[in-house]
């Protein structure tokens, strides 16, 4: 039975563009990738998982072995080329990726759901050590795109660019929230909690 159709992700997407441009061996790939700085949205940084996503890409013939490498310096390498069913497939998964909204269920909104196990001084101490860290973040993609922005075309950076309205409007949600908690606009009590769980299970066990 032949292996059934990879599912579209960041990983395997990377490597078919990477390989659009021309064969590539795995070293160039991770090379490439992190000197564009594309590790910073696609988690094939690690050696280990670059070869993983090869070698789905290649039972599922997107790509080739175009041929082995040796050098007297260097390990044997093996160099892929792109398929023609890998450059169609390529530019499915692109185009739907870019108009599909998917959600991916990030850590971080499943902790806030559960939040309310925690007392809001402590909620607004923990908010405020990853507002610092955000903030750094924050700090790092302008400076990107500073230092980078002019030598090169926009869409080179339009990844840069979201990231840094994603993490600019997280940046400003922290700080009101934290801002509501030291108030006290936004409190809660455990025996408020307790009284709307012990309701809520109630009508489950009902239903």
Do not use: C
């Amino acid at each position: 039975m032949p292996p059934a159709p990879p599912r579209p992700s960041p990983s395997g997407l990377t490597v078919l563009a990477l390989l659009s441009m021309g064969p590539l061996h795995p070293y160039g790939m991770q090379r490439l990738i992190k000197s564009w700085g594309k590790d910073e949205v696609v988690n094939i940084g690690q050696r280990a998982n670059l070869y993983k996503t090869i070698r789905r890409l290649h039972e599922a013939g997107l790509i080739a072995v175009h041929a082995t490498e040796r050098a007297q310096q260097y390990p044997e390498r093996t160099v892929y080329e792109l398929t023609e069913e890998g450059r169609e497939t390529g530019r499915r998964w692109l185009r739907g990726m870019i108009a599909v909204p998917r959600n991916e269920y990030p850590t971080f909104p499943a902790a806030l759901s559960l939040a309310m196990q925690l007392p809001p001084d402590e909620l607004a101490a923990l908010l405020s050590t990853r507002l610092a860290t955000v903030s750094g973040q924050l700090d790092r993609l302008d400076a990107d795109l500073q230092e980078y922005g002019g030598g090169l075309p926009r869409i080179a950076l339009i990844e840069t660019e979201y990231q840094q309205a994603v993490v600019r409007a997280e940046v400003n949600w922290l700080a009101a929230v934290i801002g509501d908690l030291e108030s006290g606009r936004l409190s809660w009590t455990y025996e408020q909690l307790a009284v709307q769980a012990q309701e809520d299970f109630s009508r489950a066990t009902e239903s």
